[in-house]
């Protein structure tokens, strides 16, 4: 007994260890690498960016930091409007997922036991091809001639083909579309395991149908929404193929700017500060929802 405790104990660290050395590796490295890059100033050269550290007559390297490309984002204000933009952008999509996604998470998880697997195989389906095919194919759905503004004209219900695509309509279109798989899943996650019996307790003491779900259902799944949630407001904020796609050069997000900062202007530094300012930007909601699960969670 002692014996196999002990090898419990030994495979529990080398599984932590692996796991620790990976996200070390292929996490914490290549931060801290962007984060170097974001405290100092662009150069023409390779690599287009003065070093962090340079080496004097004195035994101790220079410090050649500065924050200038952090006050840079601070106020310039392409870069406070890409912020505020993607932040809109993000956070209404992730909304309008979750309204669309957590009806049809649910009626999943009170379907039959034998409906299930073919109803999340529909829910994962779009994943087995291309994600930029898919919004391709949202490209010619939504243009002036596509099928949308045909189907509309042939119906009477327009005489002439509506602006769909370069919208940021089409953005949160295609992003609803894109994510709503990683809103549906958790939520089910949640859903599937609860005990309904709860309902019929709730019901039996007299609560309302709509009373029963907000009173047990909704509060148990929570999880699941923060889950979800988190899962689509943090790619959405910095996507880039979406928004270049169907929102066109009137829809300004970060990963476009984060694109241009890079490859068009070789600005490697103020890339790496915006993809700094991104990564906070991210973090910031992750933990402020993590606390209120917490609580939710103490609380019940």
Avoid: Q
Avoid at 146 to 160: F, H, S, T, Y
Avoid at 258 to 276: K, Q, R, Y
């Amino acid at each position: 007994m002692t014996l196999a405790a002990g090898e419990a104990r030994g495979m529990r660290r080398v599984m932590l260890g692996a796991t620790t050395a990976w996200l070390a590796v292929f996490t914490l490295a290549p931060f801290l690498i962007v984060l170097a890059i974001s405290l100092v100033e662009a150069r023409f050269g390779v690599p287009p960016y003065e070093p962090l550290f340079a080496w004097s007559k004195g035994l101790w390297p220079v410090f050649n930091g500065t924050l200038a490309n952090y006050a840079t984002l601070g106020s310039d204000p392409l870069y406070l409007e890409a912020f505020a933009s993607s932040l809109r952008i993000a956070a209404t999509s992730a909304l309008i997922t979750l309204i669309v996604a957590y009806p049809m998470a649910y009626a999943i998880a009170r379907a039959r036991a034998e409906l299930r697997f073919g109803l999340l195989m529909l829910i994962i389906l779009p994943f087995w091809t291309s994600f930029l095919i898919r919004v391709y194919a949202w490209m010619g759905l939504l243009n002036s001639n596509g099928l949308i503004n045909a189907l509309l004209i042939k119906l009477g219900v327009i005489n002439e083909p509506l602006t769909l695509l370069n919208t940021e309509f089409a953005v949160h279109l295609g992003i609803v579309y894109s994510y709503l798989p990683f809103m549906v899943l958790p939520i089910y996650a949640v859903l599937e395991r609860m005990d309904w019996t709860l309902l019929e307790a709730a019901e039996d003491l007299g609560a309302r149908p709509f009373s029963a779900f907000r009173r047990v259902t909704l509060p148990l799944s929570l999880p699941g929404i923060v889950a979800g949630w988190l899962l689509v407001f943090i790619p959405a904020l910095g996507e880039f193929i979406i928004p270049d796609l169907l929102g066109g050069p009137g829809t300004l997000m970060l990963g476009h700017v984060l694109w241009t900062e890079f490859f068009s202007n070789h600005d490697w530094p103020l890339a790496s500060a915006l993809a700094v300012s991104l990564l906070v930007m991210v973090l910031v909601p992750a933990a402020f929802l993590y606390r209120v699960l917490r609580r939710a969670e103490v609380a019940s």
